[in-house]
């Protein structure tokens, strides 16, 4: 069975970015990239986004993550219906 696609999120346009508790985007110079967050945006400070979604019995997500400034004893954590799925940190 093919997989449907119910959220895309690129942050090209603002509105991508307000399913967000912080709706913060930021770009490198010299970069086409538009990410969510930026240098000391959420320093030490979870954001969140929850997503409505079809009825489902499998999900797959796929992020592109970009790890900037120091990450001292925090961590980038997935949920899907409130179980940690994936988390990664960095020191």
Known sequence: QQWRLAVEQGFEVASDARAWSAPVTSACPGS???????????????????FQLPPHKRLQVRARVHF????EGEQLVLRVDDRVVWSKAYE
């Open 32 to 50: 086409p990239d538009i990410f969510l967050g930026g240098t000391c945006d959420f320093a030490a400070k979870p954001t969140t986004a929850r």
């Open 68 to 71: 900037l400034d120091r990450w």
